[in-house]
């Protein structure tokens, strides 16, 4: 599993993950907070329902897709992490009727 | 050298591979000669309706070819399902128009009622009020004041139409021969001889279906072919869960999720780029209509080009100076795909155009 | 304020195309789709200390004075800002804080970057497979690092991250080295004019004989890969000098060499050359970074791989020819201001013929001869999928694309293009170059509805940070 050689960061971001307390770095992103949470599966596939988690780590591959603040099918690797955020598994297709919330 | 065929048919989109289709479907021994990968293709940005609700207004001979084709089309996919195995993603559940105004209510209102005179009642549709267009599309906006419904409107994968119309094409002994624009056609014996950048072909009938490319293919057997690009622009968006249960005009929901959205008429050539303004004004409109597809990530736009006639009604002509040469153009290639593989092509394989055809000659232009 | 240039990507092409820009008294947007600067090569390195120089090494720290310099000019620096759009009219369209602009201005300079190239083997898929650049971006970030990883591939990329890893003191369960020994004998011509930078072989062969001192396990002459596992990655099955084994680990890295990151050049219809040495596409460019569209520009590894100093020097160019073109200098200073970047730049690119014939990745890694392999990761297509629409009788990628959806989804072809197109030639034989590739489409990364069509269309005169 992943673990941090280095320390240097203040770890004061905390957010929600499917009902679970996540620790964050300032400024990293989601991806990175849960990869080290020892996370690696973050959806499941649209079309073959298989298990996906990041890949490139910088937005190309599109397979760490999440549900993050209410918003489906957002790259968990370029977004940074905030406290209270709501994070969960992206489950096949995106969902348009979940999306209550608006962010800005 | 050349390769014999009993029929030729030029070009690869939706009219030429359901053409080629139901040739081979006849049993002739046929080839369909294509460009490269990178033609102008209209099959490829074509929306995917098998829409009947408003095509040939004004215009009952259109009207009645359409209708047609789409009491075909259950049969039609589910022989190409059957010979394939590939699933067109063909669904009938009938299909919406959406009014944004009262103003655009009236028109389809004027519409709907002189579609329902050409055709002594074969045409169904019923006008929908606010309340019982949100009993069959939950998601509609707060603008929407009603529409038109049609039962016989459905819609299709065109990329699976084709993909099937090709297999079941290519499993028929026929062959799809790329890279082989056609450059002459010539008179020879009782049949024609077609010269293309690499090959040359001899054939006992030539059918032209280049779509734009026929402008200056059909003058070679006789004929005119008064076509002229138009663009259309689509948006289409990430797989979604299912939320729209039947196509409407301007946005239907894929067998895959996706959502797919247009639509836009712009007379300006050959041009298929896609201009972020042309767009914008495309989502707007989706916006009103659905405002719950405001979130919905938009993953590819594009233009592509229609075939467009003088009046917008197809063109099918024989050539009366070349016989068992034939040319047709239109901009409704899936709607009318199931008619052109089962009756046009009948026609050709015969070597005359059935009546019900005759109006729809280029020769309607002449004045 | 009328900006007369945008840049796309804060990376090192980027930064130091909008630091010579501004120097000459241009306005200056630059526009990245990070939070912070510094591309890949330079990414968090504003965030970098002590700790990181130790592992990272210098050539990472160098990033950080560019970084500074960028900030204490008079730059439109815009991070979190995703570009879907540029059009033949300049036109860019992005996207930050949930709203969608359009901006225009007589200059562009495209710098954004490379990405690796796609490792289509069996099981690639699966949790736990990554690329070691996401390894190195972990670092880079977080200062993550995973215990007892495999590390597959070919590339000097591959070696520096299992360096690193050995500088943090994390174990590596192997290093699986996919170069195929033939290169060696290919590559030995191009010694003489990677002589100028000798100082990288010379790193490179002490990073690898450090390896090698810490007992890591290294394996030469892998022939073919698969991952193990069903649900998550469990190790590696390795084919080396034709024999199996298998290496559990929950991760592995692969890399077989960076490509130019060609979607937006390719989108807004640049012209492109197929790079046979290079095994991609790269815009077509001339001496001063310009392109097949009057006033756009490409500068550093998206016009073609060269690395980090390289990027800086063309990113240089790049400004100058647009200053120039501008009206901002004129020819004579733009000749001479591009003296050192042009020095630079030969001198950067004299080691590629080497390094791309040493480390050319092997067919069977490019086109993978498992049917079950996955090509397109979005739609989900293996190789059988490809090789049976192929069938059909088609010639092309936008054909095999509208066939079976290869390449429609929301990675818009990032990871199967290249391994189609060679896919299509290798079954219709024909070269790579003639088969073609994608033709992309905007958005190059997918924006939501309201956004388009919220579209805030930018005059000249008003444009608003």
Known sequence: MFKRVIN?????????FEGAKITARSGESVAAALLADDLLSFRQTPVKDLARGPFCMMGVCFDCLMVIDGQPNRQA???????????????????????????? | MSTSYDAIVVGGGLLGSAVGYGLARQGLRCTILDEGDVAYRAARGNFGLVWVQSKGIGKPIYADWTMGSAERYPEFSTELLDRTGIDTSYSAPGGIHICLNDEEYEDRVEKMSTLTSHQNGRFKHEML???????????????????SYSPHDGHVSPLYLMRSMQRAFVDLGGEIKNDNRVLDIQKSGDGFSVRTANENFSTARIVLAAGLGNKALAPMVGLEQPVRPVKGQIIVTERQAPFLDMPTTHARQTGEGTI??????????????????VM???ANRARRSFPVLSKAKIVRTWGALRVMTPDGLPIYDQSETMPGAFTAACHSGVTLAATHAMVYAKYVADGQLGRELEGLSVRRFDV | MSIDIIIIGAGPAGMSAAITATESGAKVLLLDDQPTPGGQIYRAIEAAGDKQATILGPEYMAGKPLAQNMRSTNIEYVADASVWQVTDEREVGYSSNGQARLVTAP???LATGAMERPFPIKGWTLPGVMMAGAAQTMLKTSGLAAEGAIFAGCGPLLYLVAHQYLQAGVKIAAIVDTTAKANRLKALPHIPGALRRWDLLSKGQKWQSEIRKSGTRIINNVRALKVLGDTKAEGLSVNAGGTWQNIPSDHIFLHQGVVPNVNLSFAASLDHDWDEQQLCWRPKTDQWCGTSIDGVYVAGDGGGIGGGLAARASGEIAALGSLAKLGLIDTAARDSKAKT?????????SIRPFLDTWFRPSDDFRVPTDDDAIICRCEELSLKDIRDTIEIGLVGPNQLKSFCRAGMGPCQGRFCGLTVQELIAKQTNRPAADVGYYRLRPPIK???????????????????F
């Open chain 1, 8 to 16: 240097d960061a203040i770890a004061d971001v905390v957010f929600d």
């Open chain 1, 77 to 104: 690797c370029q977004v940074v992490a905030t406290s209270g955020m709501k994070v969960a598994r992206q489950h096949g297709a995106a969902e348009l009727n979940i999306d209550q919330a608006d962010p800005a």
């Open chain 2, 129 to 147: 009020d606010r309340k019982a267009m949100l009993e069959r599309l939950p998601a509609l906006g707060p603008e929407v004041v009603g529409g």
């Open chain 2, 260 to 277: 797919m959205i247009g639509d836009s008429h712009e007379d300006i050539g050959f041009d298929i780029r896609s201009t972020p303004q």
């Open chain 2, 280 to 282: 914008q004004t495309i």
């Open chain 3, 107 to 109: 200059a562009i300079i």
């Open chain 3, 341 to 349: 970047a042009r020095t630079t730049l030969r001198r950067e690119l």
């Open chain 3, 446 to 464: 997918p924006l939501r509805l309201e956004e388009l069509a919220n579209l805030q269309i930018e005059e000249d005169e008003n444009i608003k």
